[in-house]
């Protein structure tokens, strides 16, 4: 049974920046896309960037395009999302998740494994 476990969240001013850390347990998930998710106060769960098994193909939200750069280390089992030139809006609860295929996009259903969120608050 696959576990994952986000951390690096915060409260961190407007234009700053946080890099949110994924550690995975339990299995590997070298042969598995990753991504991020965020839920926002009162809307729904929403993608935020993809990266493949080899971290040669990437995906991004067009909200975040040009700020955000995700990637990972299959050697230890780590996903990671550099979060620059924050806004208030990226304000949310920011999740990791496995995608049962080796690449990843902004279909949820995909997604097999979640962790339980970490907190980013971005004040303005």
């Known amino acids: 049974q696959g576990q994952l476990v986000e951390s690096g969240g915060g409260l961190v001013q407007a234009g700053g920046s946080l890099r949110l850390s994924c550690a995975a347990s339990?299995?590997?998930?070298?042969?598995?896309?990753m991504g991020w998710f965020r839920r926002a106060p009162g809307k729904e769960r929403d993608f935020v960037a993809g990266?493949?098994?080899?971290?040669?193909?990437?995906i991004y939200a067009d909200s975040v395009k040009g700020r955000f750069t995700i990637s990972r280390d299959n050697a230890k089992n780590m996903v990671y999302l550099q979060m620059n030139s924050l806004k208030p809006e990226d304000t949310a609860v920011y999740y990791c998740?496995?995608?049962?295929?080796?690449?990843?996009?902004?279909?949820?259903?995909?997604?097999?494994?979640w962790g339980q969120g970490t907190q980013v608050t971005v004040s303005s």
């Open positions: 990266i493949s098994w080899n971290g040669g193909s990437l």
């Open positions: 339990g299995r590997r998930f070298s042969n598995n896309g």
């Open positions: 998740a496995s995608n049962r295929r080796a690449v990843s996009g902004p279909d949820r259903s995909e997604y097999v494994y």
